[in-house]
C-alpha cells in the first residue's frame, strides 16, 4: 500500500528555516510527480511546491523564492527546504502523488515568535 511519512517540522521564529521530508513508499518512486500541500487552521488543504519526475519544479506564488523542493529517488524522499518563514506559512504539510491517493498524517509546522 502507498505511505507518506512526512516529518521535519516545528516551532520557529519567522525568518527562519526548517527543512521538511516525505518518505515515500508502495509506489515506483522515480516516476512519480509529488506535491507538498499544505492546510491551514479552518483552511482547505492547497497545494505549495511540485517536482516531477524528471525534477522540474512548480511554486504557488507565495512561496516562490523561499521554499525549494528536491528529490532523492534513491531513498525514495522528497524535500521541502523553506527559508524566510513567515506567520502565514503555519500549517500541517502533507505530500501525495498526482493523481492524489491516500493521505498521511502530515508534519505540523508553526512560525510564531
Known amino acids: 500500500q502507498v505511505q507518506f511519512v512526512e516529518s521535519g517540522g516545528g516551532l520557529v521564529q519567522p525568518g527562519g528555516s526548517l527543512r521538511l521530508s516525505c518518505a515515500v513508499s508502495?509506489?515506483?518512486?522515480?516516476?512519480?510527480?509529488i506535491v507538498w500541500y499544505r492546510q491551514a487552521p479552518g483552511k482547505q488543504r492547497d497545494w505549495a511546491a511540485r517536482?516531477?519526475?524528471?525534477?522540474?519544479?512548480q511554486y504557488e506564488e507565495s512561496v516562490k523564492g523561499r521554499f525549494t523542493i528536491s528529490r532523492d529517488n534513491a531513498k525514495n524522499t522528497v524535500y521541502l527546504q523553506m527559508n524566510r518563514l513567515k506567520p502565514e506559512d503555519t500549517a500541517v504539510y502533507y505530500c501525495?502523488?498526482?493523481?492524489?491517493?491516500?493521505w498521511g498524517q502530515g508534519t505540523q509546522v508553526t512560525v510564531s515568535s
Open positions: 517536482i516531477t519526475r524528471e525534477g522540474i519544479t
Open positions: 508502495g509506489i515506483t518512486f522515480r516516476i512519480e510527480d
Open positions: 501525495n502523488r498526482v493523481p492524489n491517493v491516500s
